[in-house]
């Protein structure tokens, strides 16, 4: 099993930065994909961004391609989702989660553990 804090999240205008932290716990880390999605009032919930621990490989939604950068800290089993150029439409609630290696590191069906959200306001 695994458990996941999210951190980080915060008021800020459009064009600037926020850095959010996942904090993981459990075993076997290495073996899983860590996520990011986010849910905008009214709208599903949708991926942003996956790394896997063990290879470092990431995964990006279009929409923040160039824009957003995901990260780990192998030691302090952390994810980090350093968001740049932000705009408007990036307003949501950002979670943390976890899916096993194996499976889509893209679709949020994939995904078994989860964190309970931070918000991030984008001012125009």
């Known amino acids: 099993q695994v458990q996941v804090v999210e951190s980080g999240g915060g008021s800020v205008q459009a064009g600037g930065s926020l850095r959010l932290s996942c904090a993981a716990s459990g075993r076997t880390l290495s073996s899983y994909i860590m996520g990011w999605f986010r849910q905008a009032p009214g709208k599903e919930r949708e991926f942003v961004a996956a790394?896997?621990?063990?290879?470092?490989?990431?995964y990006y939604a279009d929409s923040v391609k160039g824009r957003f950068a995901v990260s780990r800290d192998y030691a302090k089993n952390t994810v980090f989702l350093e968001m740049n150029s932000l705009k408007p439409e990036d307003t949501a609630d950002y979670y943390c989660a976890a899916t096993y290696k194996d499976n889509s590191a893209t679709s949020r069906l994939s995904y078994n553990y989860w964190g309970h959200g931070t918000h991030v306001t984008v001012s125009s």
């Open positions: 790394i896997s621990w063990r290879e470092g490989s990431t």
